[in-house]
């Protein structure tokens, strides 16, 4: 008795997808990949832009920066951008001190201290000068020189070009409450040539 054997193909042909398809797939991928960037931008960073000389040397007018702000606290020495009542306006400065340290700014010899040690300030562009009328005066304990001590809740915050900083000296900024605070600064983009970290 002989078997009749049936073979089958098996190798189906497949279409291959067409020009447009392609395109179409292409397009809905950088869609998602746009969709993503931007829902990690609203959640965890936020882009600002300097405005005025009140940072000057470490960051200047026009400075484009990446804050991050998801489950931060601020600490002494980071970079911060908050909002500013009194000033009706955003405003870019260095946390000094947090809450709890007491803050003695001498402009007899160009030095701040926070709990007894000296900061070290080579950020600075140029000395300190004592006496200019956007301080708050209730804080100077003897000729030229102010104490402060940061209340809960707030940090103590200065400009590093602090001859042209309105900032926690001036009673139109004060103690900067933490809910005030946007977050901190932590990359430059934009100018090119100084791409990279924020000090």
């Known amino acids: 008795m002989s078997e009749e054997i049936k073979t089958v193909d098996t190798a189906a042909e497949i279409d291959k997808p067409s020009l447009v398809d392609e395109l179409l797939d292409w397009a809905e991928a950088f869609i998602i990949a746009i969709f993503a960037v931007i829902l990690v931008f609203i959640f965890f960073f936020r882009i600002v832009e300097v405005s005025g000389p009140s940072m000057n040397p ?15 606290t601020p600490e002494r020495g980071d970079i911060i951008v908050c909002n500013s009542k009194g000033l009706n306006k955003c405003i870019i400065k260095r946390c000094i001190g947090v809450a709890g340290d007491k803050v003695v700014i001498d402009y007899n010899n160009n030095s701040v201290t926070v709990n007894g040690e000296k900061l070290d300030e080579t950020y600075l562009g140029e000395a300190m000068m004592g006496g200019l009328m956007v301080f708050d005066r209730s804080y100077m304990t003897e000729d030229n020189v102010y104490s402060y001590e940061v209340p809960e809740g707030t940090v103590f915050a200065l400009g590093d070009n602090r001859n042209h900083s309105t900032d926690s000296r001036s009673s139109y900024v004060g103690f900067v409450p933490l809910e005030d605070i946007l977050g901190k600064a932590f990359f430059r983009f934009l100018p090119f040539k100084n791409f990279g970290s924020v000090s």
């Open 58 to 72: 470490t960051l200047t007018d026009g400075d484009r920066l990446i804050l991050t702000h998801l489950n931060y």
